[in-house]
Every structure is written in C-alpha cells, then in structure tokens.
C-alpha cells in the first residue's frame, strides 16, 4: 500500500491516478474526502499534516509514503517517527530546488523549510528519496499571482519578467518521477535528484500557450519588481521569486535528466502541459 499526502494537490492527483490505473493500492489522504474526487480504486482517507494523531491511522500497513508538506506547520520529526513506527519503508518527498547542500544556513525560508523535513527524514530508520523540485519548475507564476482570477476577468495576465526563461513540468511527468521513486526497490533509496520538466519557456510563452489552450487572445502584460513585489508579498516569498525570475532574464534555467534517467520518458509537450493548465486554471 503507498500512501499520497496532499492527494488532491496537481501532482498528488496525478500520483493517485496513475497508481491507480496500473492497479498498485493506494491510499490518499486529504482534508475532505467527500470533494476529492479521486479514483474509485483509490482508498481515501481523512487526515492533516498538521494533525499528528489524524496520521495513525493513515499510516497503519502502508509500505511507501509520497510527502508533499502542503501544511508549514507539520512536525517532520514526529511524521518520520510515526512512520517507522507503522513499518512504512520508504518515503519519498517532494522537497525545493532551493535546499543547498554543505551550508551553514540556508539560503531563504523556502529552502530552510524543505531542509529541515529533509533532515528529519534522513535522521530516521526510514528509506528516503527526495526530489527537490526547481523553483523554475513548479508553476511558481500561477501560485503567487492569481493567474486564474486574471483570466476569469479578461485575456491579460499581469506578471515580471516576460522573458525569464522557466522549465515548467507536467503535473503526470513529476507523477512518473515520484512513482518510479515509490516503486523501484533499493534503486533510488537515500537519493536526492533535481527535478525540472524537459523545455525552457519564458513566462511570456506560458501565458501565450495557456491562451492558445483556451482558444483565446491571452497576453503577457510586464509588471516593474515593485509592483510584482507588492503583489506576490502577501501569499509568496517575493524576494525568493524575483530574484530567480530575474536571473533566467539573460541564463535559461537548467534542465535536470531526472525525467528521462528515472522513467524513460521524455515528458510531455509544451502544448500538453498548457492545455492541463489552462484546465486547472479555468476549472
């Protein structure tokens, strides 16, 4: 049995699905099972990060666990204990591109975060394989400006930086990463991989192809950092954003090989990952 954290997440959804149709038993775990809407092969179960007791449960004869810490007030320490105590074998973790490695401190909240559940795990009787997402890559745009509202309201999205280049990754690729991970026996056990989809786009172009999707005239309308600052503020780490849209202006961000080196495949077009967004966004 794998249990899936946040399983009504893009990615945690994916997850659940795909599992699911190659018949592999899954649990999904989410804070409204009534409205997850998840596959009928799916056992899905009420539980919170958050909430430490809602996870016993939860856990009770899981083999492998996918951890999205979709709550910042999760005690990894206590997560991981729990874990081992249940027998799992395995967690794999979706961490941040931004954790370095060898650091005395961190370079910012987002990375101080993820090291820090990083560490627990590690510390623990547990397998881990973490798999640090790039910021470039996880559709940062959409989650620091309501892009959704944006659209509902007209065909211009407001952003910075119309050319910083991103490696944005389909919700079902990142999916394929995190299942091998879950699945193949010893063959990622105590790893870390970067994780990035497999073409470089600039933000301007993901607007574009998001409209193109919805058959509609959207447009790329440039914020000054000020504004986008005093927009993103509240909801994101601005400063974190910023500055790496900000460096992908004039040096593309990296694309990783984990895709390819860990499944196989080598991802999905740019057309398929707008055309999933597009649907999210409009849902």
């Given at each position: 049995?794998?249990?899936?954290t946040?399983?009504t ?6 997850v ?23 596959p009928?092969q799916?056992e899905?179960?009420?539980g ?52 370095r490695d ?19 795990l590690a ?17 940062a745009?959409?989650w ?18 119309a ?6 990754i ?6 394929a ?15 870390v ?10 933000l301007?172009e ?8 919805l ?7 440039e914020?000054?950092?000020e504004?986008a ?5 509240p ?11 900000a460096?992908?202006v004039?040096?593309?961000a990296?694309?990783a090989?984990t ?25």
């Amino acid at each position: 049995m794998i249990l899936v954290t946040a399983a009504t997440a893009p990615v945690g959804r994916c997850v659940v699905e795909q599992l699911a149709a190659d018949g592999i038993p899954v649990r999904a775990l989410t804070r409204d099972p009534e409205r997850a809407g998840l596959p009928p092969q799916a056992e899905v179960v009420q539980g919170d990060l958050a909430d430490a007791d809602s996870l016993k449960s939860a856990l009770e004869g899981v083999d492998a666990v996918f951890l999205l810490a979709a709550s910042p007030d999760i005690d990894a320490e206590v997560f991981a204990a729990q874990a081992e105590a249940a027998g799992v074998r395995r967690i794999v973790f979706q961490s941040s591109g931004a954790v370095r490695d060898g650091v005395a401190e961190q370079p910012n909240p987002v990375a101080g975060f993820h090291e820090g559940i990083e560490r627990a795990l590690a510390g623990s009787g547990v397998e881990y394989t973490f798999l640090r997402l790039a910021v470039e890559s996880s559709g940062a745009l959409e989650w620091s400006f309501d892009v959704a509202g944006q659209l509902a309201a007209g065909d211009v999205v407001r952003g910075p930086y119309a050319d910083a280049l991103e490696t944005p990754i389909h919700p079902a690729d990142f999916a394929a990463v995190i299942i091998a991970a879950l699945t193949d026996d010893g063959a990622h056990a105590n790893r870390v991989y970067p994780v990035t989809g497999p073409h470089q786009l600039s933000l301007g172009e993901q607007v574009r192809l998001i409209g193109e999707a919805l058959n509609r005239p959207v447009r790329y309308e440039e914020l000054g950092p000020e504004a986008a600052a005093a927009a993103i503020s509240p909801y994101a780490p601005a400063e974190l954003l910023l500055g790496t849209w900000a460096q992908h202006v004039g040096s593309p961000a990296p694309v990783a090989d984990t895709l390819r080196r860990l499944t196989g495949a080598t991802g999905r077009s740019p057309q398929e990952w707008a055309a999933h967004t597009a649907g999210r966004l409009t849902a």
